[in-house]
């Protein structure tokens, strides 16, 4: 008899992908063997392939299972177990996180045909999986997904000038800061220069963009300017000069605009880069 498994198969292979973290998450950088897999920027490390192998094998013994195909959701099971044991090799830092006995004996359970202990067993190795997951995998992408501003230069457009990620960030954040200040003090002919000197900023700020989104730049026809420093920003600050030229600066005009660059450059860009870089220095201040 074909075993009825559809609902529970379906089950596994939804849930794998899945991830929940502990409320007393604490993050630590990944062991340096791990970085050799990663070696090559913008291409899929050994490691990920590693694990979409072990994904892929462990979702194919269900799906021979209900297919009645014993033999060969044998021969998935000794798949997966061949590719979560070289995953414990290829880190040896991470090899206590792996139960091997539980996932040999699922191996075993299938090899007889038993499904209710294999579904039993698949819990098991499940909780190995997640485990891991919950305790290494933030701190795999912060450090191989999102590089060190550290390592990355600026050419200040105001002065010319080479300077450090930070030191232009604070650079473009007190230009921004300026319009509204000289504004509020109704001091125009500042605000309007403030205006300038943050618009060559934030377009020099696109060239950030570029070190690290290479592909999206050079590639799509939507690039990553288009999101935080793309047109409808620049266009922004021309619809304030266009108040200050008509000789009588609009109050609202002024705060819908100012609040659009806020909320849709700097608030959404920061919401997104800045917990990554807050780990990265935090380790970088390590003992």
Known sequence: ??????????????????IAFSANLSIQPPPPSLDKFYAKRGETSEWIKQMHQINKT??????????GDWEKALQSA??????YRK????VPEWKDLFDFKAS???????QSKNIELSIQLYTEVEKSCSQCHQKNNISV????HWPSTKTIKVLDPIDEKEVNYDQFMNRLSTSFRNISIYFDQQKYN????????????????????????VTEWTKNSTTIKDFFVGNDMIDALQKIKQIFA????????????????SKLSCKMCHLIHQPSAIILRTWDKRP
């Open 190 to 213: 500042e605000s309007w220069k403030a205006i300038d000197v943050f618009s060559n900023r934030l377009k020099g700020l696109r060239s950030v963009c570029s070190k690290c989104h």
């Open 78 to 83: 000794k798949d997966f177990g061949s590719a």
């Open 141 to 144: 992408w912060t450090r191989y």
């Open 246 to 261: 008509s000789g009588e600066p609009d109050a609202k005009i002024f705060k819908k605009n100012i609040e659009y660059i």
């Open 58 to 67: 462990f979702g194919a013994i269900f799906i021979d299972i209900d297919r």
């Open 1 to 18: 008899m074909k075993p009825k498994f559809p609902l529970v198969a379906g089950f596994i292979l939804l849930f794998l992908p899945c």
């Open 104 to 110: 040999e004996s699922f191996i075993a359970s299938v």
């Open 87 to 90: 995953a414990s090799e290829m």
